[in-house]
């Protein structure tokens, strides 16, 4: 291991000047989710629960767009390697034409059918109630979200991570500002609650997608891409996109539904199991923020050094990379332990939410290592590497095959504790994170577009 792990300091300050500013950027995020559980919270389990289930639709797009953006950056960064900035362009605009198409399709199911998606995640009639008031202010952020989230990814495949991390620090205001007026009503405005939150979150996607579009069509001249390329052809770049990029987006969008599925199966349990699953989501995100950072980092550095056909280099940076996530994961799972009592007593809720939350919490400290390794593996490693099939099959097989038929039976079934319940939801991260490091041995991830 020693001989392979790099040491050339040069390679450790890349590494950082790269995932500081989307560890920022995500930590931004996050914090912005739990303000908007914290506000909710003061008007108890429903709303937060609410806000919570639909928002696993949302996020259902949310992940897509992560999978179309990832995709195209798999290719951006090797061409980026090589200075390539007619293909970065055309790989642009295929990411582009997709991301809106399946943008309208959510937006339209999500008009339509308000209710009916909330009735899939919980039978709670109050609860759906709610939730469908916040679909229904929430419709227009699929396009925004379309447009920012992949732009934001492109940016980063070519070394633009600072412009992502400013408008984060933007949007973070703003969304913050606009949800303490419309949930409380201050200033004036009327007290909106749960459709207040989904308000303050709209207005800030319209401040993201703004300055990132602006940005990416109007100010930056590295990549030099404009309005009028979007009506262009793509080169013939079409067939290499769909090679790549698909099984991203095909493996993304089946996580995407198998956390939708894991939601329905906690949406089941209890409306306290929901509310407490809606605290320690956000404490999940918060302390796997760094791997997820440089996890993006390890996909651009990895699909950089391919385009310049360096392959060994490429592995050893993978080792490394993976070992530095062993790490990071067992200091995250330390902090989870240290900060649960400080968390779980920011929420006003119920004794037994707050019992259901603290058990989770555990479950979440355990967890968290392989999630840290599998997160490196599959969402940058390996990813930067092309092997896209490869990981569309492990995504795919083991959440659907052992995390979802393993969290339903022992939480709707056999009624265990939510402890138990958690560790087996979550299982496909230790099942990866084994699967991953043997890929990673082996080198035949390893592909050059």
């Given amino acids: 291991m020693q001989t392979l792990l790099i040491k ?138 379309g447009l920012s989230l992949t732009l934001t990814l492109i940016l980063r495949s070519v070394r633009k991570v600072m412009i992502p991390l400013w408008t984060s620090v933007i949007t973070f205001f703003v969304n913050v500002f606009f949800n303490w007026v419309f949930i409380f009503g201050n200033l004036g405005a009327p007290e909106m609650q749960i459709a207040g939150a989904a308000l303050g979150t709209l207005i800030s996607r319209i401040a993201e997608a703004g300055i990132i579009t602006v940005y990416v069509f109007r100010i930056d001249k590295s990549i030099g891409l404009k309005l009028k390329d979007l009506f262009k052809g793509c080169g013939g770049l079409l067939n290499t996109y769909l090679k790549y990029s698909m099984p991203v987006l095909i493996s993304d969008g089946m996580l995407a539904l198998g956390n939708a599925m894991m939601s329905v199966i906690m949406g089941h349990i209890s409306t306290e199991y929901v509310a407490a699953n809606a605290i320690i989501a956000t404490i999940v995100r918060l302390s796997t923020v760094f791997t997820q950072g440089l996890g993006q980092a390890s996909s651009v550095m990895t699909g950089n050094t391919l385009g310049r056909n360096e392959k060994e280099t490429a592995y050893r940076q993978g080792v490394t990379f993976v070992f530095l996530s062993f ?123």
């Fill in 327 to 449: 790490l990071i994961g067992l200091a995250a799972s330390l902090i989870i332990l240290s900060i649960s009592p400080f968390v779980i007593g920011l929420y006003k809720i119920e004794p037994e939410t707050k019992e259901i939350a603290f058990a989770l919490m555990g479950a979440v400290s355990v967890m968290v290592v392989f999630q840290s390794m599998q997160s490196m593996l599959t969402k940058g490693v390996l990813r930067g590497g092309g092997d896209t099939k490869f990981l569309m099959f492990a995504d795919v097989f083991f959440l659907w095959v052992a995390s979802i038929p393993l969290g339903a039976l022992f939480g709707l079934v056999l009624h265990l504790s939510p402890f138990v319940i958690y560790i087996s939801l979550k299982i496909d991260w230790a099942i990866k994170s084994f699967i991953g490091i043997w890929r990673l041995k082996s080198k035949k991830w390893i592909k050059t577009v």
């Fill in 8 to 145: 050339d300091k040069s390679f450790y300050k890349t590494a950082l000047a790269l995932a500081l500013p989307i560890v920022l950027q995500n930590m931004i995020t996050i914090g912005v989710n739990i303000m908007d559980t914290v506000m909710l919270g003061n008007y108890g389990e429903i709303q937060l629960s609410a806000s919570s289930l639909a928002n696993e639709f949302i996020n259902i797009f949310h992940i897509l767009c992560m999978g179309m953006g990832c995709g195209a950056a798999v290719l951006t960064a090797q061409f980026w390697g090589r200075r390539d900035t007619t293909s970065i362009k055309h790989s642009i605009v295929i990411m582009l034409r997709i991301s809106m198409g399946i943008a309208l399709v959510f937006t339209l199911v999500t008009v339509l059918f308000p209710s009916f998606i909330m009735s899939l995640f919980t039978n709670d009639t109050a609860v759906i109630e709610k939730g469908r008031l916040y679909f229904l202010w929430s419709c227009p952020t699929y396009i925004l979200m």
